[in-house]
């Protein structure tokens, strides 16, 4: 149990539900209470559909349409803009520091969707020269990394072997996505830049697992793998990043390759808050919960998502995957328990699906693989189904749209002020 201290302001959850994380776990249970409400603790105003950021920062969806405001997500729920900093399981109060000063929200209910953060491990200068794709920051400074890295080859063509080389850490669904994703952006860009005219930029998958997708069949992983390989991806099986630096990545086998971009798209872990706030965590640090997703040990405290350790009825002696798929059905479930008598969760997986760019994907649907244009189709058709808000969805599929009839636009994103050219105000 976490000590509270005294606060400046008590609440009351709406209902008696309290849900720490707007995310697209926490989100979607608040919004399944529909008008018994409940009340969402949360950095930030909106949900972040996480599926689309490979296409955010590549630019063909504009990153506003990827997040969905919760407050119109979830009409009936009280936002709360902040983060827990303290549980008290026994006066059921969590303790909220938010920029407009510390709260007490006392509950009946306590849902904790704290989620995942990207999985940074001892690699040296990983952490200090890597980018990284869990945000729509971090969408939007990988897209502004890549489109500078072109424009300065541009100004030193000497330099053009180091600064387009791109290099990619991990071989999941994040990372084949979002390489894909990029090099469509960089191909599209380079077709402006003729003093680049002949010079081929060089992408570096790296993983250390046997192939990429390990997700997936072997069969579309072979046909992933085939697709990347044709459009000039290197893809390193069997090998790990060893160290980055500055115009360096250096692998696990000893070979060097000079760069200036290394993307780490390698795994997440959960939340670390769910430990801090003193709640039980199993040796990956995820909050185990029982069938029916309430807490082990712990009365009135639910948990799901990427930070649960959550079984599954329908894969008996399988935990649930880290995926936006499985969280919804347990929002689903969770939000049934939590005005109802408690029923175990279980769903099966109904496929699992990836985009590899230029309308390409790969899917399984049940049992059935489809790859190529078919692939792409039901890819996209499945995030559209499950994008909150119809308005977000006829936004998307506008910028779908857009990007299929025009080029890609290759302004950068920023909220830097540039510095005049002459170095004056």
């Known amino acids: 149990m976490t000590v509270l201290t005294s606060p400046t302001r008590v609440r009351v959850a709406r209902n008696g539900t309290l849900v720490l994380g707007g995310g697209f776990a926490g989100g979607c249970v608040a919004r399944r209470l529909g008008r018994a409400g409940a009340t969402i603790v949360n950095p930030t105003n909106f949900m972040l559909y996480t599926p689309l950021l490979?296409?955010?920062?590549?630019?063909?969806?504009?990153?506003?349409?990827?997040?969905?405001?919760?407050?119109?997500?979830?009409?009936h729920a009280d936002l709360l803009l902040g983060s827990a900093v303290a549980l008290d399981p026994e006066r059921r109060v969590v303790a909220v520091e938010s920029e407009a000063g510390r709260f007490a929200v006392a509950y009946t209910d306590l849902v904790i969707a704290l989620g995942a953060?990207?999985?940074?491990?001892?690699?040296?200068?990983?952490?200090?020269?890597?980018?990284?794709?869990?945000?729509?920051?971090?969408?939007?400074?990988?897209?502004?990394h890549v489109l500078r890295q072109i424009e300065l080859a541009d100004a030193?063509?000497?330099?053009?072997?180091?600064?387009?080389?791109?290099?990619?850490?991990?071989?999941?669904?994040?990372?084949?996505?979002?390489?894909?994703?990029?090099?469509?952006?960089?191909?599209?860009?380079?077709?402006r830049h003729p003093r680049l005219a002949g010079v081929q930029p060089r992408w570096v998958l790296v993983d250390h697992s046997p192939r990429i997708l390990g997700q997936v069949p072997e069969r579309l992983a072979r046909s992933a793998a085939r697709t990347l390989t044709r459009r000039g991806v290197e893809i390193l099986n069997g090998t790990a990043l060893a160290s980055v630096r500055r115009g360096a990545a250096v692998l696990s086998d000893g070979s060097r390759l000079e760069t200036e971009t290394v993307v780490w798209t390698a795994g997440i872990e959960p939340n670390p808050l769910a430990a801090a706030l003193g709640l039980p965590v199993d040796d990956r640090g995820r909050v185990p919960v029982d069938a029916t997703?309430?807490?082990a040990g712990m009365e009135h405290v639910w948990a799901l998502g990427d930070c649960a350790a959550v079984p599954n009825e329908a894969t008996p002696g399988e935990l649930d995957p880290a995926t936006c798929q499985h969280a919804?059905?347990?929002?689903?479930r969770l939000a049934r328990n939590l005005t109802g008598t408690p029923r175990p969760y279980g769903y099966k997986t109904r496929g699992q699906m990836a985009t590899l760019g230029r309308r390409?994907?790969?899917?399984?649907?049940?049992?059935?693989?489809?790859?190529?244009?078919?692939?792409?189709?039901?890819?996209r058709a499945?995030?559209?189904?499950?994008?909150?808000?119809?308005?977000?969805r006829v936004r998307v599929m506008a910028d779908w749209l857009a990007a299929a009839?025009?080029?890609?636009?290759?302004?950068?994103?920023?909220l830097a002020r540039p510095v005049p050219a002459g170095g004056a105000a």
């Open 54 to 75: 490979p296409e955010a920062a590549a630019g063909s969806v504009e990153p506003r349409h990827v997040v969905v405001p919760l407050r119109a997500m979830c009409p």
């Open 117 to 144: 953060v990207t999985r940074m491990p001892a690699v040296p200068g990983l952490e200090e020269h890597a980018l990284r794709l869990k945000d729509l920051s971090d969408a939007i400074r990988l897209r502004n």
């Open 156 to 191: 030193a063509p000497d330099s053009a072997p180091r600064r387009l080389t791109f290099v990619f850490a991990g071989a999941g669904f994040a990372g084949v996505e979002t390489l894909a994703e990029l090099q469509e952006l960089a191909d599209g860009a380079l077709r």
């Open 293 to 295: 997703l309430r807490v």
């Open 328 to 332: 919804l059905r347990q929002a689903r």
């Open 360 to 379: 390409h994907g790969i899917a399984v649907l049940g049992r059935v693989p489809v790859a190529g244009l078919p692939g792409w189709l039901v890819a």
């Open 382 to 392: 499945y995030h559209l189904v499950q994008l909150p808000l119809r308005a977000r």
């Open 405 to 414: 009839l025009f080029r890609r636009d290759v302004a950068e994103l920023t």
